[in-house]
Structure formats: structure tokens, C-alpha cells
């Protein structure tokens, strides 16, 4: 069940800018396993009980560097349930994001993408640099 819903959850086909494809490829693999970031959850990232979710990259901001960037930007989710724009009380609707950003250069494929640093001896998987925290918000 959670597998078509992550699968819906991808970067649109033209990204707004030359970052936020891998940004967004990096959300999507943390909320599909779960490395690194509890703020990014397959619940956050891709929805529950038949939510439409929409994520946005506002604020984006990556000084120039020639292969490596330290980026700082908020992930802002839009919930739409039953056709209609809500809230939910339980997830944050803003979070925000710093991530390295490294340019990648290997067999044929070359882009941007997020750094992960490789598996500490007690993990199965690689440590991704990007960290998350919610945007708490005045009631």
C-alpha cells in the first residue's frame, strides 16, 4: 500500500531549479527507508488514508561552490483530502532542510544530488547529510 503512494510522490518533470530534483529524489528514498531523518516519513512525504500530498521547495538557498553546496531550504506539504486543502494536526506542514549537495560524475550519468556518507558499522545503509527539523508554528 505504501509503495504506490511513494511512487506517486516524485519530483515534477521539470524541476524549478537544478537542485530540487535531487533534493526531491532525497525525500522520496528517506520516507520509502527510512535513513536518516524521522521528520521525513513515508507518512509525511506520501500521505495516509487516501491523502493527495503535494511537497514544495520554498526558501532554497545554495551558495556557489565549484562540486559541493550547502544547501538550506523549507519543505513545505500540502495536504488535499476529499478534493479540499486541509491541515493535519498531527504531521508538520513546514519543515526545515539543510543538505550538501554534490555533483555527481559517474558512467555516463552527471547531475546533482544529495551526499550520503557510507553505512556506520551498526547500520544497513548510508547516512544521508540531509537533516529536517518542523517549523513550529504560533497558534
Known amino acids: 500500500m505504501i509503495l504506490p503512494l511513494l511512487l506517486m510522490f516524485v519530483a515534477p518533470p521539470e524541476a524549478p531549479c537544478e537542485y530540487c530534483a535531487a533534493i526531491f529524489d532525497d525525500v522520496r528514498l528517506n520516507a520509502m527507508i527510512g535513513n536518516g531523518n524521522l521528520e ?40 488535499i483530502r476529499n478534493g479540499i486543502e486541509a491541515a493535519d494536526p498531527t504531521l508538520p506542514e513546514r519543515l526545515r532542510c539543510m543538505a550538501m549537495v554534490k555533483w555527481f560524475d559517474s558512467g555516463g550519468d552527471a547531475g546533482w544530488g544529495v551526499e550520503h556518507s557510507p553505512p556506520r558499522r551498526d547500520r544497513g545503509h548510508s547516512t544521508r547529510s540531509m537533516t529536517c527539523k518542523r517549523i513550529e508554528t504560533g497558534a
Open 40 to 79: 521525513v516519513s513515508s507518512e509525511w512525504a506520501g500521505g495516509r488514508h487516501g491523502d493527495d500530498v503535494s511537497i514544495r521547495i520554498e526558501d532554497l538557498n545554495c551558495p556557489e561552490s565549484r562540486k559541493r553546496r550547502k544547501c538550506s531550504f523549507t519543505l513545505r506539504r500540502m495536504l
